[in-house]
Every structure is written in structure tokens, then in C-alpha cells.
């Protein structure tokens, strides 16, 4: 694009006429996006820095994150690389032409607009006949990444190249659909041990056939922390994301069709099989990767065209290419997953004097089943055999009275001694949290004050905190309880700091006069 004017962008065929003159708009400085058999690429000649410059514009991406290079032949890397190691030689004899790209240190050649700004090359010879003769017929490597904006899915169909780039490129070869439908395995070759950076439709089990050891990077499957290094640029920025909010949903397939049938207003994300009662695209049938990779960025695409605004997905399997299609899956989710293998709790603490008892009742009132973790603790001293046997070992019978426990005398014995009831809470927090599991029905909430000093937040899916000014906390505790305010800010201090719930809650509701149910509504729709 030059001073921001839109220009024409050409639709070629994949004829010998139309292959042609795509290679000499490459050989001369220009952008096309072209077929390949994972998804679209958008190449440039990959030897001139500044036709390479304008795919970072035209996409919108960053500059760190470097570029793939297609070749046409298995000898054309050797230019581009510091050296074809012997293992690198394997995977070329092995998966080249294919759904493979390889990183090796790269020669002088490659400049570091390719590389973005990295002294290694990812090199990779497409399978797709019309990939390889435009290459031939530009006569360079092309530099490609995917044809899409920076962040959108990568495109699957000259349509939706088109979408995103119509008016920034100068033109694109159709070419129908990719067969593979997601971008290619990056490995990198340039450590000491062989790493799956992105996985694709060549398997980890493939490439340990031929090379032995093979690692997968973990930010594959997880989350990056803000300010964790990438060993692949790619993988730290937003991927794959479309307008809908994503929410995974782990969970076999009729506990998933149940699940999804009972909510009003969103998409499924579903196998073809599945039955599902509510607006729904697919993405292939389950135990059958290949066809959930092939239609997983089309569906992503159509679920915007449709409007959809919250989307429940199928979680797919990680194993073969599977880990491929979760990899891209759990990024368009911004790795949101509701596990209904698990009793899906809802963790709700915070300070004394919060109002964590008054969030709770509005969460009763949107329909989440509370479990009040203090009132379990009460009950479960009045009857459990089990938890009253823990305490009569722990601390003898001195704090029973006629056979039943005597709450006072337990906590004049706890309270000013700390080994007491470090004591105390370590035999009765796992079993309070067990029977406060078993009461869990989806959606419940957990009640607890000691939420994190029980370890019950490792129950929890999500966890909500309450916080409030320590002024108005303060005045809450006296008025309520009646108590000095000495004793109110000793209380207070003995429990975690505000600054520890919020950073390590997912959510942080404030109550300082502001409205509540407006909070808890962002919250259900950001997070649930
Ligand atoms: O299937 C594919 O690989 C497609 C088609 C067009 O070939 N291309 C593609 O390129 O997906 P792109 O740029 O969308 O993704 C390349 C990924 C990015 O995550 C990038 O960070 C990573 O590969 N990558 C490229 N060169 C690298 C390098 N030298 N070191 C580490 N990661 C690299
Ligand atoms: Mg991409």
C-alpha cells in the first residue's frame, strides 16, 4: 500500500498464466497471497527487505515475529541456512514437500526484516503444486506468513484472504480450500534438543520416528505470563481470535450436548455428530483429527458471519494432530475452559467486612448455588464422626462437653496460640473442602473466607474476590460484630492482603457503594 491509498487486488487463477504473472509480481517487489496445503500464505520475495516490510503492514504485525521462507526444492535452503545439519537433512528426506517448517541459524542472506531481528530462518517446502510453481516462478524464496490479519484466524479460501487483505496486496491466487486447514508444525533445530514451537498435521510421533528426542515448547498447550520470553515470537501474541467469545467446554459427548441444550443465547462449536438443540457450526467429527483441522479456522470465521457472541466448543483430544487443533482452539479462546469433569466451582472470598455475604446473596439471586463453607464447618462439628474424631485425636477431650464438641472451648485453645491452630486448620480444611465438593451442583459458588488458606481455590474454576476501602471494612466489623476497633484492625491483619486476593482471583468485585450486579455481570461475561 503506498500512502495509505487502497490499490486493486487482483484475483488470479491457478493457471500457468495466472502462476506466472503472480512470480513476477513477487520478483518485482510485490505481495501475493497464494494456496498452500495448510492455509493461505501472503508472500513476498524473500531477499528484499523492503517488499518484505510491506507483509508486516498489509497484516498489521509486529515486527518480532519473523517469517516462515518457501522454497520450491529441497536444496534451495542451503543458501539460506548457516548449515543443513544431518537432522535437518532427515526431516527434509522425510516430510519435505509438506506441512513441516524447520528452524535452523540463518545465512547472511536472510535480512532481519525476514527474521525479525532473530539469528535463525524457519525454511519450509509446501506440498501444494500451485505453492511450489509460483515459487518457481518468482524464482526467490518467498517469505509467507499466513494471509491473514495479524491476530484473525489464518484463511482457509481465497474469500477470506480477500476479507482481510482486499485493497493491501496486489493479488491473490484462488486455489479453493486447504487440505490440511491449519498453518504447519515449526520446529526448531537450533537448540540442542529438537522443539515443537507450534504443533501441525506433522505429529510429534512422526518426527521422533526419524530424529529420536523431541520436545513440545509448554507455552503449546499454556497460557503465556506477561513478560515470559517466546522461544517463538508467534506464540505470545493474540491468535487466532474472532469476534465471539470462546468458551471451551472439556467434557464427553452427552454431558456436552446437555450442557449446551440448557443455554439460552450462544453457539456450539460441535462435532457433526453431536446433537445439539442450539445455533451451532462444526468443526469435523470427533477421534478424527484431520477433518477437525481442515474445518476449525473456517468455523472460527463463519461463527462472526453468524453473529455469535458467546460460542461453547468441544475440547479436542491432545494427541496426534488433535494437539494441533487444541492448540489453536484454546488461543481463539483465550484459554477460557470449563472443565464439567469436574464440579465447576465458583470460589468467592475476601476481607472481613468486604460484603462477600452480601455478593453471595446476589449470586443466589442469578441462580448460582451457594455453598457456605462456615456454615458447612458449623454442621459438620455438630454431627461429622469423622471431623469430630480428627479433633478429639488432635486436641483430647477437653473440648467436649457431654459427648459434643464445645465450639468456645476449641477456639479459646486455638486463637492465641498459632501452632494450634495452624494445627486446626490443617486437619479440618481438606475435610470441610470434601464435603463442600460433594454438595457442588453446577453452578455453584464457593463461600469460603479462607478460600486460599484452605487450598480450596484448587477447586475452584474461577475465583471471585470481594475487597472494599479498609475504612468502610473497619466500620462494618464494629457496627456488626461489636467489637472495638482495635480488636476489628487486629482481625483484619491476620487475614490476606487485599493486594494478594486481587492479584491471585480472576475477578475482583469492589464494594465501596458501586453497583454490584453490573460487576457480577461483567464477570459471568467475561469469564464464564
Ligand atoms: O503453514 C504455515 O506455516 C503457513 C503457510 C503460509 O506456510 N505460514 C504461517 O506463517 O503460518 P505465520 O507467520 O503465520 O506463522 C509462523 C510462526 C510464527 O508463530 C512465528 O513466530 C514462528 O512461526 N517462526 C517463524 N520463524 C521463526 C524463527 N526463526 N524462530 C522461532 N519462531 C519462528
Ligand atoms: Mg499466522
Known amino acids: 500500500m503506498s500512502g495509505g491509498k487502497l490499490m486493486k487486488t487482483k484475483i488470479l487463477k491457478p493457471?500457468?498464466?495466472?502462476?506466472?504473472?503472480?512470480?513476477?509480481?513477487?520478483?518485482n517487489g510485490g505481495l501475493v497471497a497464494f494456496p498452500t496445503e495448510t492455509v493461505y500464505g501472503l508472500g513476498a520475495n524473500a531477499?528484499?527487505?523492503?517488499?518484505?516490510?510491506?507483509?508486516y503492514a498489509a497484516k498489521g504485525r509486529p515486527g518480532d515475529n519473523p517469517l516462515i521462507v518457501h522454497i520450491a526444492e529441497k536444496e534451495d535452503i542451503l543458501p539460506l541456512v548457516k548449515e543443513v545439519t544431518p537432522q535437518a537433512r532427515a526431516l527434509m528426506e522425510a516430510f519435505f514437500p509438506g506441512p513441516l517448517t524447520i528452524i535452523l541459524p540463518k545465512s547472511d542472506k536472510i535480512g532481519k526484516t525476514v527474521s525479525g531481528g532473530l539469528d535463525t530462518v524457519g525454511v519450509r517446502m509446501p506440498l501444494n503444486p500451485i505453492a511450489r510453481a509460483m515459487i518457481k516462478a518468482a524464482g526467490v524464496p518467498v517469505a509467507a506468513p499466513s494471509a491473514n490479519t495479524s491476530g484473525l484466524p489464518s484463511p482457509t479460501?481465497?474469500?477470506?484472504?480477500?476479507?482481510?487483505?482486499?485493497?493491501?496486496?496486489?493479488?491473490?491466487i484462488d486455489g479453493g480450500s486447504c487440505e490440511f486447514g491449519i498453518e504447519s508444525t515449526v520446529l526448531s533445530l537450533a537448540g540442542e534438543v529438537p522443539v515443537i514451537l507450534r504443533p501441525g498435521a506433522v505429529t510429534r510421533e512422526m518426527l521422533s520416528e526419524v530424529i529420536g528426542r523431541v520436545?513440545?515448547?509448554?507455552?503449546?498447550?499454556?497460557?503465556?505470563?506477561?513478560?515470559?520470553?517466546?522461544?517463538?515470537?508467534?506464540?505470545?501474541?493474540?491468535?487466532y481470535a474472532p469476534r465471539a467469545k470462546i468458551v471451551i467446554v472439556n467434557a464427553p459427548k452427552d454431558k456436552y450436548e446437555?450442557?449446551?441444550?440448557?443455554?439460552?443465547?450462544?453457539f456450539a462449536l460441535c462435532y457433526e455428530e453431536d446433537d445439539v438443540k442450539i445455533p451451532r457450526v462444526t468443526f469435523g467429527r470427533e477421534g478424527d483429527d484431520l477433518s477437525q483441522s481442515h474445518a476449525l479456522f473456517d468455523?472460527?470465521?463463519?461463527?462472526?458471519?453468524?453473529?455469535?457472541?458467546?460460542?461453547?466448543?468441544?475440547?479436542?483430544?491432545?494427541?496426534?494432530?488433535?494437539?494441533?487443533?487444541?492448540n489453536r482452539l484454546i488461543r481463539a479462546a483465550a484459554f477460557c475452559v470449563i472443565d464439567l469433569e469436574k464440579p465447576f466451582l465458583i470460589g468467592l472470598t475476601g476481607q472481613t467486612g468486604a460484603g462477600k455475604g452480601y455478593v453471595s446473596q446476589k449470586l443466589a439471586g442469578m441462580g448460582y448455588n451457594i455453598i457456605d463453607a462456615d456454615k458447612v464447618y458449623r454442621e459438620m462439628t455438630e454431627s461429622d464422626p469423622v471431623l469430630l474424631g480428627v479433633l478429639r485425636r488432635e486436641f483430647g477431650e477437653e473440648i467436649f462437653e457431654n459427648g459434643a464438641l464445645c465450639r468456645e472451648r476449641l477456639a479459646a485453645l486455638v486463637f492465641s496460640d498459632p501452632e494450634r491452630l495452624g494445627r486446626l486448620n490443617a486437619a479440618v480444611h481438606p475435610l470441610i473442602l470434601e464435603r463442600c465438593e460433594s454438595l457442588a451442583r453446577f453452578p455453584?459458588?464457593?463461600?469460603?473466607?479462607?478460600?486460599?488458606?484452605?487450598?480450596?481455590?484448587?477447586l475452584c474454576a474461577r475465583v471471585l474476590c470481594v475487597t472494599a476501602p479498609q475504612e468502610l471494612r473497619l466500620r462494618r466489623i464494629t457496627e456488626r460484630d461489636g467489637i472495638s476497633q482495635t480488636a476489628a484492625r487486629q482481625r483484619a491483619a491476620s487475614q490476606l492482603s487485599e493486594e494478594y486476593l486481587t492479584e491471585n482471583s480472576d475477578f475482583t468485585v469492589i464494594n465501596d457503594g458501586r453497583d454490584i450486579i453490573s460487576q457480577l455481570i461483567r464477570f459471568k461475561e467475561e469469564l464464564l
Do not use: W
Not at 493457471?15 to 520478483?27: C, Q
Not at 531477499?47 to 507483509?55: G, Q, R, T
Open 15 to 27: 493457471t500457468a498464466g495466472g502462476i506466472a504473472e503472480a512470480g513476477e509480481i513477487i520478483k
Open 47 to 55: 531477499l528484499d527487505e523492503k517488499a518484505v516490510s510491506k507483509i
Open 157 to 172: 479460501n481465497a474469500g477470506y484472504v480477500i476479507e482481510d487483505m482486499r485493497g493491501k496486496i496486489d493479488a491473490v
Open 215 to 239: 520436545d513440545i515448547a509448554r507455552a503449546v498447550t499454556c497460557g503465556m505470563k506477561d513478560g515470559e520470553t517466546a522461544a517463538s515470537p508467534g506464540m505470545k501474541y493474540k491468535h
Open 258 to 266: 446437555r450442557f449446551v441444550n440448557s443455554q439460552s443465547g450462544a
Open 299 to 326: 468455523a472460527l470465521r463463519r461463527l462472526d458471519e453468524l453473529g455469535a457472541k458467546k460460542v461453547y466448543a468441544r475440547n479436542p483430544r491432545l494427541e496426534g494432530v488433535g494437539l494441533a487443533v487444541y
Open 444 to 458: 455453584a459458588v464457593l463461600d469460603a473466607p479462607q478460600l486460599f488458606e484452605s487450598g480450596g481455590e484448587r
